[in-house]
């Protein structure tokens, strides 16, 4: 059964339970059950279980205690209505089931018990008796005496011997050594020097020792040899009185284990040297590591607390700006606060403009101004559109989408607008929003002209452009800088189709000459060639080499890379190679929030420029998704959210092979391998592609030597002559992943190697090809190679798919 305790006393009323025994009886200092009028450090008793009866145990010699009216020498049982009698005042012990009702009340003397007065004498008819008389014989007496002297020797003379071969010599060992021992019970208990001779039965053993506590302790008795039990009491804890400046409810911690402190500042600890760690709200935590006395001694410890906050002052332009940290509102500027110690995150905000969030470390006595800071006005909301729409939009040097478009800008300050549409000349306006405004602007785009210069084989054949007929065939055109499409055709003649784009200020010649079938059939002896389009609109040749051809470069090529060794290759497979790179507007067919970005002033997202910042699965998914469109089978899979090409590969639509490339770009249509995009050496001569120039010699520390493309960044496609015919920007605009991982080939100069596609797995991909970042003749070389595993701002792509 387990029993809850009821306390009223000097304190007030409060309740315990038996976990919370042994109970100390005395003044305020103990704790336990407190006796009014004694002093606070002054210890009677302690109340204490055993085997789940309660009893009491004097502490020490303590002649004022009493039990029941008679005077307490030693422990004692306690039962329901007994009372304890301590001075003055009387400890009421009463027992209702569950409950033990522990009542504290004071006496005066007068209740206190008088000794007992000897028993009366009841002297009725005393005055007639007499005394009396007897007559005696000594000597019969005397000898009778001896007799019953005798039989009284020899009783008891066999009751000790009888004892003796019952009784139990018992041995009680104790630690501390010191401790007083009883052993109580019926038969009484027979003391011999330091052992005990005890007849069969029940006994308890109280053992007490000031600065433990008290034990008692059941043990049968049973007829046998000498019993020896040992018995170690559990020292008192040390009592431990903490103080602090300021006073604070304080939280204490004895090595690292979480120790209750009572009302009084009380804690008890162990006896021993322990590391104390006292924490409290707002102020910073104290260690100190202290020897404790423990057997119940008191000792004192007092702390001075150390502010864990520091004050904040802070101002606003303007003011009246509401300060809030973690949620909550601390007041408005000017403000003077203080924040406790950490990281904070501090938030002004003033209707009518932006919110300031300010993340501030906080150490504990460094105060901290945040003087005059000024407040943005909210922003102003510009609604762009353009005609024709789709133009790029350029916002104080950074892309910022195509129009239409809503745009969120800075109140009271001055934007650059820049407008830009290939085939158009960019719109430049200045800007300037109040706060919170909405303003709607449209603007009217002028288009850009070109020079092309014609010149079309035969001269009586029919010409196009743009579906519709042109009356010369030879001669100047002046044409919107925008891509146009050229159609030539002849009766007996195999028609030529191919897109222009005439560039502001810069003349070209395109020359267009039509073949028979019979100079066409003559050309299949080294390749085949002809077109096809995928359901996205991209035009693809058909190539079908008919020899072998030599990868890499000599050593001794100017600007030649160790990665560049000779590779005997044979693609014996047709293949479809597309004829322009993937442009932005291609792209966004299949993700529609692709952005390009831009790059130190260049716009790089415009709907006809090549897609860039695009990692090499994102051209993977771009492949198989036209495959999906045109129902050919994905050439790549997902696996743990990277694309692993199908193998054996089949015919849909992925990214070139590096030997694919190389044949398209130094082999096709020639006798042997180009080494530049260009006829000639290098530099370039003329405007034959897209590389770093004068117009990025800010940024760029190699730069092609007097060359300007009039491009800074890339360039819209196709924007200069094909080559070879029928393919553009296979060198300059931007570099172009590869199908195939990345590995050197050293010592295969001599080993013909058939349809090659790379090794099965790898880090990084092959990057072929030359960018607008590019400008030395190592990197404009065609047999240049570089790989990549990360997205570039000169990194796009095209596609290839095997043919029949």
């Known amino acids: 059964m387990t029993r809850e305790y009821f306390i009223t006393d000097a304190l007030a009323e409060r309740q315990v339970t038996e976990v919370d025994l042994p109970l100390r009886v005395g003044g305020k200092e103990q704790g336990g059950i407190v006796i009014p009028g004694v002093a606070d450090e002054r210890l009677f008793a302690f109340i204490a279980l055993s085997d789940g009866h309660a009893y009491i145990q004097p502490a020490g010699d303590n002649s004022s205690l009493f039990h029941n009216d008679e005077r307490m020498t030693d422990s004692v049982w306690l039962k329901s209505g007994d009372r304890i009698q ?61 007799h019953r002297y005798f039989i009284a020797f020899i009783s008891l003379l066999i009751l000790l011997v009888g004892y003796l071969l019952i009784a139990t010599p018992v041995v009680i060992r104790t630690i501390p050594q010191t401790a007083a021992v009883k052993m109580k019970g019926l038969p009484p208990v027979l003391s011999l020097w330091n052992s005990r001779l005890v007849l069969p039965g029940q006994y308890t053993i109280e053992m007490t020792e000031t600065g433990y506590y008290p034990l008692h302790e059941p043990v049968d008795i049973e007829i046998g040899e000498m019993l020896e039990l040992s018995y170690e009491l559990t020292e008192l804890p040390g009592l431990l009185t903490i103080t602090s400046t300021p006073v604070v409810p304080l939280q204490l911690s004895v090595d690292g284990v979480k120790t209750e402190i009572s009302q009084q500042g009380v804690a008890e600890v162990e006896r021993g040297r322990h590391k104390l760690h006292i924490a409290t709200a707002r102020y910073l935590p104290e260690e100190q590591e202290l020897d404790i006395q423990g057997y119940g001694k008191s000792q004192q410890l007092a702390i001075v607390l150390k502010p864990a906050w520091a004050e904040l002052l802070i101002t606003t332009e303007p003011e009246s700006a509401a300060v809030y940290v973690k949620g909550k509102l601390l007041g408005k500027t000017p403000l003077k606060t203080e924040l406790l110690q950490g990281n904070h995150e501090i938030q002004l905000k003033l209707e009518g403009f932006k919110t300031v969030s300010i993340k501030q470390i906080v150490e504990a006595g460094k105060n901290i101004t945040l003087n005059k800071i000024e407040l943005e006005p909210v922003d102003g909301v510009l609604v762009l559109s353009s005609v024709p729409s789709a133009a790029s939009i350029v916002i104080d040097g950074k892309f910022s989408g195509t129009t239409p478009k809503k745009l969120t800008l800075t109140a009271n300050a001055k934007h650059s607008l820049e407008l830009s549409k290939a085939g158009y000349a960019t719109a430049k306006k200045s800007i300037n929003l109040k706060p919170d405004e909405e303003r709607t602007i449209d603007i009217a785009l002028t288009s850009e002209m070109g020079t092309i210069f014609l010149t079309i084989r035969p001269a009586d054949a029919t010409t196009l452009l743009d579906g519709k007929k042109l009356e010369k065939n030879q001669g100047r055109l002046r044409l919107a800088a925008r891509p146009h499409t050229l159609t030539v055709s002849k009766p007996g003649y195999i028609s030529e189709k191919l897109t222009i784009r005439p560039r502001p200020g810069t003349g070209q010649n395109v020359e267009i000459s039509l073949q028979t079938a019979k100079q066409q059939a003559a050309k299949k002896k080294s390749s085949t060639s002809t077109a096809a389009t995928s359901i996205a609109g991209h035009q693809l040749l058909r190539i079908h080499p008919q020899r072998s051809f030599m990868m890499g470069a000599s050593r001794r090529e100017a600007g030649r890379r160790a990665n560049e060794s000779q590779r005997l290759v044979q693609l014996q497979r047709p293949f479809y190679f597309s004829s322009k790179e993937v442009t932005n507007g291609d792209y966004r067919r299949f993700n529609k929030t692709h952005d390009s970005g831009n790059f130190d002033g260049a716009a790089l997202n415009g709907d006809e420029q090549p897609v860039v910042n695009i990692s090499w699965d994102n051209a993977a998914r771009y492949t198989n998704w036209l495959s999906k469109q045109q129902g050919l089978s994905p050439a790549y899979v997902e696996k743990d959210k990277k694309m692993v090409a199908v193998r054996p590969m089949n015919d849909g639509y992925r990214l070139p092979t590096e030997a694919e490339w190389a044949w398209a770009a130094r082999m096709q249509d020639q006798k042997s391998a180009q080494r530049y995009p260009w006829n000639g050496s290098f530099p370039p001569t003329g405007k034959v592609g897209n590389y770093a120039d004068a117009r990025i010699a800010d940024t760029l520390a190699d730069i092609v030597p007097g060359y300007d493309d009039n491009f800074r960044g890339s360039a819209p496609v196709a924007s200069f002559p094909a080559r070879p015919r029928g393919f553009y920007d296979l060198g300059g605009n931007v570099a172009e992943w590869m199908h195939d991982y990345y590995a050197v080939y050293p010592g295969e100069s001599a080993k013909r190697v058939i349809d090659p596609a790379g090794p099965a797995s790898g880090e990084h991909h092959v990057v072929r090809g030359s960018s607008w970042r590019h400008g030395n003749i190592t990197e404009l070389r065609l047999s240049y190679r570089d790989y990549s595993s990360k997205p570039r701002y000169d990194l796009g792509f095209r596609i290839a798919r095997y043919g029949k």
């Not at 008796?129 to 001896?146: C, N």
């Open 86 to 146: 301590i001075g003055g005042s009387v400890i009421n012990w009463l027992v209702q089931g569950d409950k033990v009702l522990i009542d504290v009340q004071g006496q005066s003397d007068d209740h206190f018990p008088r000794p007992p007065s000897a028993p009366s004498v009841d002297y009725q008819n005393s005055g007639n008796y007499e005394l009396p008389v007897h007559r005696q014989d000594h000597g019969q007496s005397d000898g009778k005496k001896r």
